[in-house]
């Protein structure tokens, strides 16, 4: 069985410019979640989604930040513009219903902004 | 100060000895987990313990919670130069069961 994959593992952009992370859960997790860590700082919830739906945005930094899961499959994180305090690594992760806090994490993307 | 701080921040030792690393919590929780996460890729999940869980083991992994003290511990032995990484806990709460929240993690080197 495919794990959670992230695309790209690594991207490097300039202040100002957009980028959009991609994550794809394991087949039937119903959860999905976002989460970052950023200059070797916790790693800190973003959001949480059932479904097609947003449960809780609470961790999104700004209006910058724009998840989405169309099709309730997988999901996009832009970045748009990305200043200098964006850069850490975006880690995607994803449950089965019921089971929420078993979460199996992707491996990442790690963004720079320069 | 986060919920779920780890301690010591860096470790290093000798391969074959063992290595302790310590994890506090803030708030009531549902259950403890500790992740690894080696250098350029994802968290691996290696264990769970549930509050009412006092000890568990897997493999090489030693995991202790004292809910009293809101605190845990994970105990690797006979350490390998292959556990080179780093170690989060993560906490998640009886009214936000979906968030895991992580603490910074302790940098841990096995030297061979």
């Known amino acids: 069985e495919a794990g959670v994959t992230q695309f790209p593992s690594h991207s490097v952009i300039e202040k100002g410019q957009t980028v959009t992370l991609r994550c794809d859960p394991i087949s039937g997790h119903d959860n999905l979640y976002w989460y970052r860590r950023v200059m070797g700082k916790e790693i800190k919830f973003l959001l949480h989604f059932v479904k097609e739906s947003k449960q809780d945005e609470s961790g999104m930094p700004n209006n910058r930040f724009l998840a989405e899961r169309t099709g309730g499959t997988y999901s996009t994180l832009k970045v748009q513009p990305a200043e200098l305090e964006d850069s850490g690594v975006y880690f995607c992760a994803s449950s089965l219903s019921g089971r929420s806090y078993e979460q199996y994490f992707g491996p990442g993307t790690r963004l720079t902004v320069t | 100060s986060q919920q779920g701080e780890e301690d010591p921040q860096a470790l290093s030792i000798q391969e074959g000895e063992n290595a302790t690393m310590n994890c506090s919590y803030k708030?009531?929780?549902?259950?403890l987990q500790w992740y690894r996460q080696n250098s350029g890729r994802g968290l691996v999940h290696l264990i769970l313990?549930?509050?009412?869980?006092r000890e568990k083991h897997s493999g090489r992994l030693r995991v202790t919670l004292d809910t009293s003290k809101k605190s845990s511990s994970l105990l690797i032995t006979a350490s390998r130069a292959a556990d080179t990484a780093s170690y989060f806990c993560?906490?998640?709460?009886?009214?936000?069961?979906?968030?895991?929240?992580f603490g910074s993690g302790t940098r841990l080197l096995v030297r061979p």
């Open positions: 993560a906490t998640d709460g009886r009214d936000s069961s979906y968030k895991l929240i």
């Open positions: 313990i549930r509050s009412n869980e």
């Open positions: 708030t009531s929780i549902n259950n």
